[in-house]
């Protein structure tokens, strides 16, 4: 296929389309090759993921061919003639293109390679290509070679292109953070021209809380990578502007970076109990509460007026045992180390009703994926403590899919997988800790993994989690969506009926079992989760490290889920996407800005989501405990009055979110939501809001009170100020 001849070709800015090619579902390399033979193959839509041209190919290979006369006239505006430009739009997961037989990109990486399996469906492809590679006004063949994780897969949300290059694309600009041996942070600025022979890298600093300037500095460069290495304040809000001139043709390229920064205040020495003020534990059922003071170590721990049935470890502050009459039992925990001595009023309720704050802890998907093992688990949870985020309530660690054995025993029950030996010593030895275990599984034949489900063996699979210690469980939609195509039924009750039937079961153990429904927000599950006794319930898709998805979900979906949340019942829009994350054994940092991970956390605390980390603990950065670690902060997330905020301003760049607390005041954030900084008035942004007159208003991240004079600021692309208001 010659898509000049089927005209499918068009000529817009220089720049060749293609819309149509021919495609072959399986693998073989000989499938790049010009010479190859696709006569044969079926010719679909570029641009449409493949199921919506009638094509079922999960966890498998696909290839499309085309056939694309280039002229040379897409030179003719060039900034260089060495190279073109092949986009290849999206890709649902990874790819590997190819043109003329030739290799010239790939994004993520398939199951084969050395480090496995890593989707990037969310990611453009763009390719730059060396002119040698081309055919000018003759047939030139571009074959993609595309590995898709379950359906849908295929190149979407877009056409394949070959077109000129820009400066853009051919001068590359990268920031880096480093540490210097004296501890000085540094950002390092490297450029490297594939085209351009001398030009000049300036790099200027502004402080983004007045847009004032700090400090510049200039580097001649040439067509080899060159580095400028710019220093800077870790504890401001620094913006990084880095302009490269090319000094043959004057042509100029900007990009601008936020290194990350640290607003919270280092914890003090003396113990600051950092925890939720109020624990909510079924009767008789095991209590497993780890104390979360922070400050200097080794530290003493006890509790006043505690009830008959617990017992404290003094070293370690894990607070265990049971609680055999119901009640609201008063409790002073106390923390004594080498620097002072600190109390703090808590209440133990023993009844019916446990969840009584969102959890906070780690799961294991967003960054170990189907890669997860007993051991990476071990890591992050010790992690957990020895960096300190026990010491703050992160208490929960859960294991995600990929856990589970291919067959069950003989006798019906659940098995493990050789990544997992001893599944009850991993819940024996987080108890200990006082960290809690979760596990993962679906109400369906298979998990999203292809992993055994507990259809057909809730029972079996609730008595099994008892006898483990598992102390929460991620119940996944996923393979069930099988079942319940087997019916005529689209009611909400089939939506109900899977997850009422493994709730049973829960309920009959002799332990609290915290019930996180994952179905994706499908019949307004907000509305009926409570009925299922469902403490959380996702309601939305899979959130990714992109602004995309962490505006659609947060800012988007969860309007007007406020009255759905409280005490014991959580709206969920998904894990945390800071750290490191990869979905796989390939991790990288988030893509989000250092602004946008602000964002990401005061929301959260502000919609009283469920705080659970996504990253590898064991590889976290100061930047990320500081911004998980935000007692104040925290505090909005784990409030006992259980308000989930409401959006009060929504507008195109700015939106507000107001959420009532438990001693009267408001926690308020105010976001800019759009592409450019935005200079506000904190009078006016607060009239816009509704938000009465105030005596005092305190910066959480800072934990500081403003200035009664405090009124203008300058809210960046993206970010946040969250704000405590009396």
């Known amino acids: 296929m010659v898509v000049a001849a089927m005209g499918l070709l068009s000529a817009q800015a220089q720049k060749v389309t293609v819309s149509e090619a021919r495609f072959q579902t399986g693998d073989n390399v000989a499938w790049s090759r010009p010479n190859f033979d696709d006569s044969g193959w079926e010719t679909v839509p570029v641009g449409q993921l493949w199921t919506e041209f009638g094509v079922k190919n999960p966890n498998n290979y696909a290839w499309y061919r085309m056939r694309v006369v280039i002229p040379k006239s897409v030179l003719s505006d060039a900034y260089s003639k060495d190279f073109v430009k092949v986009s290849v739009a999206k890709v649902d997961d990874c790819d590997e293109t190819f043109v003329n037989g030739k290799l010239v990109g790939k994004t993520g990486s398939m199951p084969n390679d050395k480090n496995g399996y890593r989707m990037a469906y969310d990611d453009l492809r763009e390719y730059i290509v060396p002119t040698g590679l081309i055919k000018w006004n003759q047939e030139n063949v571009i074959a993609v070679r595309v590995y898709n994780g379950n359906d849908p897969g295929g190149i979407y949300d877009g056409v394949v292109s070959v077109g000129p290059v820009t400066l853009e694309d051919v001068v590359d600009i990268r920031f880096s953070e480093k540490t210097s041996a004296n501890g000085q942070p540094i950002c390092n600025i490297s ?323 915290f019930y996180s429904l994952c179905q994706y927000g499908m019949a307004d599950v907000w509305k009926w989760g409570h009925a299922v006794d469902a403490n959380s319930w996702r309601t939305t898709g899979d959130i990714t490290d992109t602004w995309e998805s962490l505006y659609d979900i947060g800012f988007c979906r969860q309007v007007g889920l406020e009255p759905y949340a409280g005490p014991g019942h959580w709206n969920d829009p998904d894990m945390l996407i800071v750290g490191k994350v990869g979905w796989s054994a390939n991790l990288r940092d988030t893509r989000l800005t250092p602004d946008e991970q602000y964002t990401h956390i005061s929301l959260w605390a502000l919609l009283a989501a469920n705080m659970l980390i996504g990253c590898d603990v064991a590889q976290m950065d100061d930047f990320t405990v500081a911004l998980l670690c935000n007692n104040e902060v925290n505090a909005v997330n784990q409030d006992v009055l259980g308000r989930q905020a409401k959006q009060v301003v929504a507008g195109d760049a700015l939106q507000v979110w107001v959420r009532p607390l438990a001693d009267g005041s408001q926690a308020v954030g105010i976001f800019n939501v759009g592409n450019e900084a935005l200079s506000c008035s904190l009078k006016d942004v607060f009239k816009q809001a509704g938000i009465a007159s105030h005596s005092v208003v305190r910066d959480l991240w800072r934990q500081k009170d403003l200035a009664a004079s405090y009124d203008s600021f300058i809210l960046p692309t993206h970010g946040v100020k969250l704000f405590k208001v009396k």
């Open 191 to 513: 450029v490297e021209s594939k085209a351009s022979e001398k030009g000049v890298l300036t790099v200027e600093s502004a402080d983004l809380e007045d847009n004032h300037p700090m400090a510049s500095l200039t580097k001649n460069v040439g067509k080899k990578a060159s580095v400028l290495a710019f220093p800077y304040d870790i504890h401001k809000q620094v913006s990084l502007k880095a302009t490269y001139t090319d000094l043959k043709t004057g042509s100029k390229m900007t990009r601008y970076y936020t290194p990350k920064y640290i607003l919270t205040p280092a914890a003090p020495a003396t113990p600051r109990y950092n925890g939720p003020l109020v624990y909510g534990v079924r009767t008789g059922s095991p209590v497993i509460l780890r104390m979360a003071f922070s400050g200097e170590k080794p530290m003493k721990y006890s509790i006043r007026n505690l009830p008959e049935g617990l017992k404290v470890d003094e070293n370690s502050g894990v607070l265990s045992g049971k609680v055999a009459k119901a009640g609201n039992y008063k409790l002073t925990f106390v923390a004594e180390n080498g620097k002072g001595k600190t109390e703090q009023a808590f209440t133990l309720k023993v009844g019916e009703k446990i969840a009584l704050t969102p959890p906070m802890g780690w799961n294991s998907w967003n960054c170990w994926g189907l890669s997860v093992s007993q051991e990476k688990v071990i890591s992050s949870a010790q992690a957990i403590i020895d960096k300190g985020l026990a010491d703050y309530g992160y208490s929960y660690i859960n294991v995600d899919d990929a856990w589970e054995a291919a067959k069950r025993n003989a006798d019906g029950t659940i098995a493990t997988n050789e990544k997992f030996p001893d599944m009850k010593g991993l819940g024996d030895w987080l108890h200990a800790n006082g960290l809690k275990f979760g596990i993962y599984s679906s109400p369906g034949d298979y998990t999203c993994g292809r992993y055994l489900g507990s259809i057909d063996h809730e029972e079996q699979d609730a008595k099994t989690y008892n006898e483990w210690g598992v102390d929460y469980l991620k119940y996944d939609w996923c393979g069930y969506g099988r079942e319940y195509a087997k019916h005529n039924d689209h009611s909400v009750a089939a939506y109900v009926r899977p997850y009422l039937k493994m709730q049973q079961y829960l309920r009959e153990q002799p332990r609290d079992i």
